[in-house]
Each structure stands twice: as C-alpha cells, then as structure tokens.
C-alpha cells in the first residue's frame, strides 16, 4: 500500500501544475456528471407530464366551451365586493358642515379645522345627553378631548373637541 502512495506521489510531483488541477479535477466533475444523469430524467419527465396535463385541461375547456379567465373571476367579484362595501361605508359619512349644522342646536361657537370641530356648550346633563346621542349617531365621529365644567349651580360648560373621519372619505 505505501508502495502505491510513493509511486502515485512521484508521478505527481513529474506532472505540471495545469496536469495536476485537471488530475484532482476530473473525479470531482464525475461525481458532478453522475448525480445531474440521476437527477435531471425525473426533471424532464415532471416537464413534460405538467405541459400534457396543461394541454389536456385547454382542450377539455374547448370541448366544454369554458372561457380561459375564469380563475381571474374570484378575484373580480372579492373587489366588487370591496367596491360596493366603500361606497355603503362614504354614504353613511358626514361632512364636517354637515356635522356642524347638526350640533349647531347645542352651541353656536363651532370651530372646523380639518377633520376636527370644537364646540362649547352650556346647559343641564339632559343637553350632555342628547349632544352625546346625537354624535353617537354619526359613524366615523369620535369624541376627542370632553371638558365639564360647572360655574353655575343649574348649567353645566361643555367643551368638546370631535374627530370626523367620514369628512376625509367624502374629499
């Protein structure tokens, strides 16, 4: 055995470099060569198996007169569906004016800044009721600072800052 690696060690060391690369070289591209001859059949046969089974269904959707865009039909009816739940969602809000004419019978010192109105208003808890019921019944409407202050015995300061996300869907 030491005999083969002394007579294998002497022809090297005989060889040129380029001799030497190619000698160490050619078993690594043989092993290479022989796992890509086992792999690639199977490649090629699950190719060609999916372009039959995609001929297949073309036909049978010919025979049947099937249209070929029926896959993208899902799709079309999630955004019509979409569509339609947006157009529900911008008739159910409000405008900042509109708003403003509504809470107008509570206060007549209403500030609009983008989406937001402040107002202040006096009276009793019946009053705090009612304004509160009547921006509950706005959707996208949210109430963002609530001040109550009570100067006098009988009339309570209600100062209110609303959020009216339904101005921004109307724009």
């Given at each position: 055995?030491?005999?083969?690696?002394?007579?294998l060690?002497?022809?090297?060391?005989?060889?040129?470099?380029?001799e030497?690369?190619?000698?160490?070289?050619?078993?690594?591209?043989?092993?290479?060569g022989?796992?890509?001859?086992?792999?690639?059949?199977?490649?090629?046969?699950?190719?060609?198996?999916?372009?039959?089974?995609?001929?297949?269904?073309?036909?049978?959707?010919?025979?049947?007169?099937?249209?070929?865009?029926?896959?993208?039909?899902?799709?079309?009816?999630?955004?019509?569906?979409?569509?339609a739940?947006?157009?529900?969602?911008?008739?159910?809000?409000?405008?900042?004016a509109?708003?403003?004419?509504?809470?107008?019978?509570?206060?007549?010192?209403?500030?609009?800044?983008?989406?937001?109105?402040?107002?202040?208003?006096?009276?009793?808890?019946?009053?705090?009721?009612d304004?509160?019921?009547?921006?509950?019944?706005?959707?996208?409407v949210?109430?963002?600072?609530?001040?109550?202050?009570?100067?006098?015995?009988?009339n309570?300061?209600?100062?209110?800052?609303?959020?009216?996300?339904?101005?921004?869907?109307?724009?």
């Open positions: 055995m030491r005999d083969i690696f002394l007579r060690d002497s022809m090297l060391a005989s060889r040129s470099k380029r030497r690369v190619a000698i160490f070289c050619l078993p690594l591209l043989l092993c290479v022989a796992v890509f001859a086992w792999i690639l059949p199977p490649i090629d046969a699950a190719f060609e198996e999916a372009t039959l089974k995609l001929e297949a269904q073309k036909s049978i959707a010919q025979m049947l007169d099937i249209p070929q865009n029926s896959i993208y039909d899902a799709q079309i009816a999630e955004l019509e569906h979409k569509n739940l947006l157009n529900l969602l911008r008739q159910k809000s409000i405008t900042n509109t708003l403003a004419k509504k809470l107008g019978t509570f206060s007549n010192n209403i500030q609009i800044k983008d989406a937001h109105l402040s107002l202040v208003a006096l009276g009793d808890v019946e009053v705090l009721e304004l509160l019921e009547e921006i509950e019944e706005n959707h996208f949210f109430i963002e600072n609530l001040a109550i202050s009570a100067p006098f015995a009988s309570l300061e209600i100062k209110l800052d609303v959020l009216n996300f339904g101005h921004r869907m109307r724009k």
